[in-house]
């Protein structure tokens, strides 16, 4: 963090008036978190068993060996196969462009898959498909992204261990409905997993280390991280909102039952990224996210808090945003176990602590406005800024298993003769007008050849022959789903302008 | 479409070569034969005509969702949200105006002086001249897939199609009329009042300037560029593009260099406003861009991520044309974080900002990219002649070249 962010921190803090009585004198309300209510404010899901819709049929398996080229494999593969990479060394950047594709690591005695960017190549693996599992691999030596989603709905990314890859070592990106868990990541630039602008997600059974952040969700919905070791980081668990970016909430995480331990590394982030800003010495850190419940975890040995909230205005290394609401609102505390945490704290919490009276550790600090948030067993913690958080009404999350989509995320169902007047319009009439020839000949003019026999121009379509000398070729719209392409067909014998 | 009756498509070319020579000469309108102006009852390509009336676009990602409804994500995902529903008549009402040089003060300009169809919407320049020769401060953004922005001009200024529209008329440095005068002008030309009527049936008094607004955003909402050979790969075209670009794609979406973080697909921007820190051309002073807009010293220097769809058609590059060549636009990117921010001055760069040391390679390969972005299939129609029947020596130069290339 740069002297000039210290410097905000520090004015906000005294112009804030933090100055709230210790309640010393008063018996402290002790809660029990065993039983009890149950938080029932989150996303409702049914219970599911994973991300990825189980497969009623099974595809061709492909085998990879060493020498072999896994994306040769990925060419080849249909929607519905498995990719089975065996154990040994590949040099390349893997981009899955289609659905329902397993990539599997095949691990012999502990010999793993081993994705090696030898320091020169940018990503390892890209998916924008959807119902994509990635699983087995060790990563090491990229330069951008261990594994990379792009959109892709429906993913599990399992059980890989990725190694000093470049900026981020698992990043599903603008996805819906995704399991990660069991990997181990480590030597992370920024974050180790990082949850972008997502909804759906369940992050559990990861160890995260010596990485900038270990976990970080961002500007995602609907989150829930559990049972993951996040250690020797610079700072453990994040929950925030970047402003800038195109999806502007973050809402809805559950952080539990996680180890959060000795988070010091000192920050070796990128100049100017966002995580770059982040004190050495952080648990858990909440920056303007919603509806964040933070339980069961074990956070100890982070110097400069085990616990952070704050608001945009901690961070003057971050743009403007008039569409990003600042505020960490509702941020929900239930039993934590904190141990020797802000033993080494930065002066902007040292600061704040003057004003509350406070010396020595800091478990949780709150900097900066905040409505309807809570806490239970406050009395255990030693807390600067938490003075207006009420009690909350429940004490534990075990009402909800995960926000996975039961089922998973479904397609867009259109029927096909919307399908039919869709291609028809957003792709045929760039060439065929319905008189006259445009790029093509005239709709007319196939409708003629065609009369009665839409399979016979929907086979067309599909594999068009030239037939004309003074036309160009028409390229094949085998793209389509032969559904779409009869669709289509129909679609277009039938115009009549 | 709307039609000139009298003329055929090859008349239309012998036409213009030769409105294209008496231009140089005559600013007064040509005395040929008066001709009949009908508007459309059809809709432009990729638009659909519901029972109302109404044109309501059709493409192929509307087979897909998108993550929060925001249309950005990867190959398959649905486009934002986007403005459709006009008349046939309003966009060919539209298409009308949009070519007459009559809209501006001095009736010399049109839209398409500095959006010209032919080169990609944009105008070729660095800074657009406007009224009396006048540069102006930016270049002229195109207008292809404008349907689907929410946030418009350089600086994000206006939020709508028709703030946008209104914008360029009156400014002093674009169009230089006063709504007093362009309502004026266009009553005196013989077509208008009734077109305006076809265009706008339900309203008492049509010429009005909200209806200018209107007709100009239902044009500009049907140049749609979604049939590029990226869109049929994405559409699950394994073999649309080259080897190269394919790479390219790779590239562009890879976390070293970034690209589709902010130029994210599919419309290829994710409409916010980013501080990247191009230098300007000499001799100029930092444009604040939308630390105006937002009133946000954080915004200085910041400017709307644009569109790349047909980017290779828009050269040059950046908001005030700094860079003649995508490729030097991409190699920006990499010559260091805040490589060009001169002395003294204090811009907030966009995280994305980075060291990515691309390799020449790379950057050929991300141009190459860049040139699967073109689809011009759905380009609308120039008229033969506009109702004020004033002529425009640049877009019609550019109607011959692109007849000669067909």
């Not at chain 1, 009690?391 to 009402?399: A, G, L, P, Q, V």
Request: net charge negative; proline share 5%; aromatic share 8%.
């Amino acid at each position: 963090m740069n002297s000039k962010s210290k410097m905000v921190l520090a004015i906000i803090i005294f112009a804030g008036g933090w100055i709230i009585g210790s309640n010393n004198n008063i018996a402290p309300v002790i809660t029990s978190s065993v039983g009890g209510a149950s938080y029932g404010g989150g996303f409702q899901s049914d219970i599911s068993v994973g991300a990825v819709p189980h497969r009623t049929t099974l595809g061709t398996v492909h085998i990879v060996n060493p020498g072999d080229s896994i994306q040769t494999a990925v060419a080849t593969a249909q929607p519905g196969d498995t990719i089975q990479v065996m154990p040994g060394t590949y040099s390349e950047t893997v981009y899955i462009d289609k659905d329902d594709i397993h990539l599997v690591g095949v691990i012999k005695q502990g010999n793993r898959a081993t994705m090696d960017g030898l320091g020169k190549l940018n990503d390892a693996i890209l998916y924008s498909g959807n119902n994509i599992i990635i699983e087995n691999f060790r990563i090491t030596r990229y330069k951008g992204n261990g594994i990379m989603g792009q959109a892709g709905n429906n993913f599990e990314i399992r059980n890989n261990v990725i190694v000093d890859t470049g900026i981020y070592g698992i990043f599903p990106q603008l996805g819906t409905n995704g399991l990660v868990e069991h990997n181990v990541v480590s030597g992370i630039e920024d974050a180790a997993i990082y949850i972008g602008m997502s909804d759906n997600i369940h992050v559990a059974y990861n160890e995260v280390f010596d990485s900038v952040a270990g976990i970080e969700i961002e500007n995602s919905r609907h989150a829930i991280v559990e049972h993951n070791n996040a250690h020797h980081n610079t700072g453990g668990i994040l929950a925030f909102v970047t402003p800038g970016l195109p999806i502007k909430t973050t809402e809805d995480v559950i952080i539990r039952n996680n180890f959060v331990l000795n988070n010091n590394t000192p920050n070796f982030g990128a100049p100017g990224s966002i995580v770059s800003g982040i004190p050495a010495g952080t648990g858990i850190l909440v920056m303007a996210a919603d509806d964040v419940i933070i339980e069961g975890n074990i956070i100890s040995n982070n110097k400069t808090a085990g616990i952070i909230i704050n608001d945009h205005s901690f961070a003057t290394t971050i743009t403007m945003d008039v569409e990003s609401d600042p505020n960490s609102d509702r941020t929900m505390i239930l039993d934590n176990v904190m141990l020797n945490n802000g033993y080494d704290t930065i002066t902007e919490v040292t600061a704040l602590a003057l004003t509350e009276l406070h010396t020595g550790l800091v478990d949780i600090v709150h900097v900066g406005p905040s409505n309807g948030s809570c806490i239970i067993n406050r009395h255990r913690y030693r807390t600067l800024g938490i003075g207006n958080y009420g009690e909350c009404d429940f004490t534990n999350t075990d009402s909800t298993d995960t926000y996975l989509l039961a089922g998973g995320a479904k397609p867009r169902t259109i029927d096909p003769e919307a399908r039919g007047e869709i291609a028809y319009l957003g792709v045929c009439t760039g060439c065929h007008s319905y008189t006259g020839r445009l790029i093509g000949p005239s709709v007319k003019v196939i409708q003629a050849m065609y009369a009665g026999n839409p399979q016979g121009l929907a086979d067309y379509i599909n594999a068009p022959i030239k037939r004309r000398d003074n036309f160009p070729e028409m390229p094949a719209q085998n793209y389509l789903d032969t559904q779409t392409q009869l669709a289509v067909a129909k679609y277009m014998l039938q115009v009549d302008n | 479409m709307g039609k000139l009756i009298a003329h055929n498509s090859n008349a239309g070319v012998i036409f213009c070569v030769y409105s294209l020579f008496f231009s140089v000469f005559l600013s007064a309108p040509l005395s040929l034969a008066k001709p009949f102006f009908s508007l459309s009852d059809q809709c432009p390509p990729s638009f659909s005509l519901n029972s109302d009336n109404q044109c309501q676009l059709r493409n192929l990602y509307q087979f897909y969702d998108s993550l929060q409804d925001r249309g950005l994500g990867g190959l398959k995902t649905a486009l934002p949200e986007h403005r459709d529903g006009f008349s046939p008549q309003q966009i060919d009402l539209g298409r009308l105006l949009f070519f007459d040089p009559v809209l501006s003060g001095d009736k010399n300009l049109s839209c398409a002086n500095c959006h010209n169809p032919a080169l990609g919407f944009s105008d070729g320049m660095g800074r657009s001249v406007g009224a009396g020769g006048k540069v102006s401060q930016r270049s002229a953004p195109t207008l292809w897939n404008s349907a689907f922005l929410r946030v418009f001009f350089w600086d994000a200024r206006a939020n709508s199609l028709e703030e946008q529209a209104v914008g360029p008329l009156f400014s002093d440095h674009e169009m230089a009329n006063t709504p007093q005068q362009l309502i004026a002008n266009l009553s005196q030309v013989d077509a208008y009042p009734q077109l305006f009527s076809q265009a706008f049936p339900d309203s008492g008094d049509p010429l009005i300037i909200d209806n200018i607004a209107t007709a100009l955003s239902a044009f500009q909402s049907s140049l749609i560029s979604l049939n590029s050979p990226y869109d049929r790969y994405a559409h699950g075209d394994a073999n649309a593009l080259s080897s190269a670009e394919l790479e390219g794609l790779n590239v562009f979406r890879s976390f070293v260099a970034r690209c589709s973080q902010c130029h994210t697909p599919p419309l290829f921007t994710n409409q916010q406003v980013a501080v990247i820190g191009t230098p300007e051309p000499t001799g100029l002073a930092r444009d604040i861009g939308a630390a105006q807009t937002f009133n946000a010293e954080r915004l200085r220097g910041g400017f709307k991520v644009p569109t790349l769809r047909n980017i290779a058609r828009t050269a040059p590059y950046m908001h005030s044309g700094k860079f003649t060549t995508l490729r030097d636009a991409a190699e920006f990117y990499t010559k260091g974080r805040g490589h060009a921010v001169p002395e003294g001055e204090t811009l907030l760069l966009h995280w994305h900002i980075s060291d990515p040391k691309l390799t020449d390679t790379e950057l050929d390969r991300l141009v190459d990219f860049m040139g699967a972005l073109t689809d011009e299939r759905f380009i609308p129609k120039i008229p033969d002649q506009v109702p004020s029947g004033l002529l425009n020596s640049k877009v019609n130069i550019s109607l011959v070249t692109e007849l000669g290339e067909n």
